[in-house]
């Protein structure tokens, strides 16, 4: 994907939130960093400051954390979410989790030094903060729904809801990933697709 | 506790955010009331959608759903935190969840439609923007540490946290709420209680 595509669906994002003039995608546009990430390279590792936030404009990550040596998977993001760690990102301290690349992926990068001196900029000042607003609240919404899910529901509950929002770009995450994201093992994971597949039939 | 220093509370919280003018406070404070909320009377109730958002100037509540008609708790507010069920307000749909109060507790609130208008005065806009933006983003950081917390943390790990954040307002919760937070029962509880004690002697 050239710069110009991924640059342009951050700006249809960005929109969906706060419409904006030509000028000021002028302006916002010159903090904005088009980088790309090979499959399995890391956009953060734990112990490290998180120093972008970005959008994900074509391929897909994990989020996970290392528990006694193990792989706790804790979260995929596609194409059109943003991503970041962001507690690290917002208090400048070290990151719990890493970040992968599940597929060669491109992310259009807004670094922490960036984002300040946009919302300093006179332009842009009050609507980078009204985005800034819209998506913290569209990530709070988000977490909160992933917190009820972790109190209330069983794995195979987890895994319908899953299918239901993921749709087709489930299909691209390893299963043993998804497994792993449910708290279960690959075997189990596949007895509870067989069990929704006879529901479905 | 009388309205006066409820409202000059939620002052004192909103300026840790964003500083105001007098004139400016004046405006403000004409969208908030301030509520009493008694002891095991509901902020908000599963199935009704969240209109407020709130201050705990005085009290404690706690937030908990229901799972195949038993309680499993999320999480305690105490004075000088926001309360809302966020989804619910922010999306005006349905909560999940309950929010209850746990002591006789003051709540000065932020209602939905004058949330709104706070934001639209002139006077005000930019401020409340400032002020939800840098919320949103204070509540994202916690609801990402209890999601951490969830997938990396045992039951007495998360005890130990909670002793380490809670300070001396976890003595006012009940025992057995803080047991059903932690997913374990109040007999397991005292064990790991017996057994940090005996650590820390």
Known sequence: MDSLTALQKFREYFEKYVPLTDEEWQALSRY???????????????????DHIGLVVK?????????DGEEITGYFSF?????????SFLTRTPAANYIQALEDSVIVNLSHKNLKEACMNELLGFKMERFGRLTAE?????????????????????????????????????QHYIANYL???PVSLSRIRRRIMKISA
């Open 79 to 87: 194409e059109d979410e943003m991503l970041s760690s962001y507690k």
């Open 59 to 67: 391929g897909s990550v994990r989020y996970y954390h290392i528990k």
């Open 138 to 174: 569209h990530y709070l919404i988000c977490y909160e729904e992933r917190i009820t899910s972790f109190i209330t529901q069983s794995p195979e509950e987890r895994y319908a809801d899953l299918l239901q929002t993921g749709g087709e770009a489930l299909y691209r995450i390893p």
């Open 183 to 185: 708290g279960i093992t």
């Open 32 to 50: 904005l960093t088009v980088d790309a990430l090979k499959k399995k390279r890391f956009y953060v590792e734990a112990g490290k400051v998180c």
